[in-house]
């Protein structure tokens, strides 16, 4: 080849080459391929002692052993630490671990929104509203227990049920708030729409500390309903229900006293809120909670734990629906922390009988496994919390970021970081 040619080339290509990198680097200056992900929507969807374990047991009962449950089929997993803080933090309640997701510090247990030094901290959802984003709590634990309340209030101790919801409305302001709890928002002497004492019900009376919550909100605006049908009518943007005296099922120490039976089911709950919510042009923060893995596992009641387990995946199917139509929603599914120990082992072995006896802590079950014909037998190792890490699985805006293993304050900090600023 000529020297001349060949050293033409040579130039020639070099020149296309660096006209072609500056055309790339000028692409990615107007449409930089890594930007900031922004989600103008986050749901945070907690499945209250949700570990492993259960989660691997409602998939067997729901899909089976090759089945994929909602909450699975997401394509960012993690796994999340969760200790609260020092000097007793080697296993943590769900205060403490939903003041870390909601404020991103760890803090002792009981602590309501407050660091270790009980100075309060301001919360992600205190933050979407100050963006202008509506917010909301969605429970069928009390909606001033321990996981909602560490969102939108701020005390000492998660005991002050009446003080949270006080806080509620007038401080944080959730525009929509759905779950139990009817005992804690009115006085003594005033049973509201649920009879006290009821047998299809906690046991309990009005206890509200701070005067007729329920009156004070509908001054302030709120559409108060108390069954699932004013719910489902309820046509405002700012929406009190309370559907139970205190927790929205029965979970006592017998199997034979325990109901999984919500009034209003936890996925109409959560579509409701999706429906109100998504109103606010400028987006939203919501939490939805499931409370009965954490309280049928305190009672090693694994089918009343798998029952509740797969009403909450129901939910999770409706957030995933909801992300994938508007496109700028942040899902995020895991529990807050693991509760009785639960594990999962093979039925009627007899090289393994039940070596944890009649007692507590008991084997539970069997329980047929979804398209198959075996079946499965759930035994437990306590009926208090333990320190295992949870996993967690996300989709939309910001999701990769909660890829690996780290603590739970992790989570508010991704929160944090994708949840976009309003125009």
Do not use: C
């Amino acid at each position: 080849m000529n020297k001349k040619v060949w050293v033409g080339g040579i130039l020639a290509a070099i020149v296309v080459v660096s006209l072609s990198l500056a055309q790339i680097w000028a692409d990615q200056e107007k449409n930089p391929k890594k930007q900031k992900p922004e989600a103008k929507n986050v749901i945070l969807m907690i499945g209250d002692g949700m570990g492993e374990a259960q989660r691997h047991a409602i998939r067997l009962s729901s899909v089976g052993i090759q089945g994929e449950m909602a909450m699975d089929s997401m394509p960012y997993t993690g796994t999340v630490r969760t200790h609260s803080a020092e000097p007793e933090g080697l296993v943590t309640d769900s205060a403490a671990a939903a003041t870390a997701m909601a404020t991103g510090v760890k803090t002792y247990n009981g602590a309501i929104g407050v660091d270790r030094n009980k100075k309060e901290v301001k919360t992600v959802l205190e933050k979407a509203s100050q963006m202008g984003k509506a917010t909301g709590l969605v429970t069928t634990s009390q909606v001033t227990d321990g996981t909602p309340a560490a969102f939108a209030s701020h005390t000492e101790s998660r005991d002050d049920q009446s003080k949270i919801a006080l806080q509620y409305l007038e401080q944080s302001q959730p525009d929509v708030i759905l779950g139990g709890g009817e005992n804690h928002w009115y006085p003594k002497g005033n049973p509201g729409k649920y009879e006290d004492d009821s047998e299809n019900d906690p046991p309990g009376e009005s206890k509200g500390t701070e005067g007729n919550l329920v009156k004070k909100a509908e001054n302030q605006g709120y559409q108060y309903v108390s069954n699932r049908e004013e719910m489902q009518d309820a046509k405002g943007t700012k929406l009190l229900g309370l559907f139970a005296n205190e927790e929205m099922f029965k979970a006592d120490s017998t199997d034979e006293e325990n109901v999984y039976d919500p009034v209003v089911p936890l996925p109409e709950m959560t579509q409701k809120a999706l429906q109100t919510l998504s109103k606010n042009k400028k987006g939203f923060f919501l939490i939805v909670e499931e409370q009965g893995m954490d309280s049928f596992g305190h009672v090693n009641d694994a089918g009343n734990t798998i029952k509740s387990g797969q009403q909450f995946d129901r939910s999770v199917a409706l957030a995933k629906s909801f992300a994938k139509e508007s496109g700028d929603t942040l899902v995020i599914v895991t529990g807050d922390h693991e509760t009785g120990g639960f594990t999962i082992e093979k039925s009627d072995d007899p090289e393994y009988p039940d070596e944890s006896g009649d007692g507590i802590s008991k084997e539970d079950g069997p329980f047929p496994v979804a398209k198959s014909d075996q079946e499965f037998i759930v035994d437990w190792t306590t009926q208090l919390h333990t320190g295992v890490d949870v996993p967690l699985t996300a989709m939309g805006p910001g999701a990769e970021l909660l890829i690996g293993v780290y603590e739970n304050t992790h989570i508010h900090d991704v929160i944090l970081k994708v949840m976009k600023e309003p125009n």
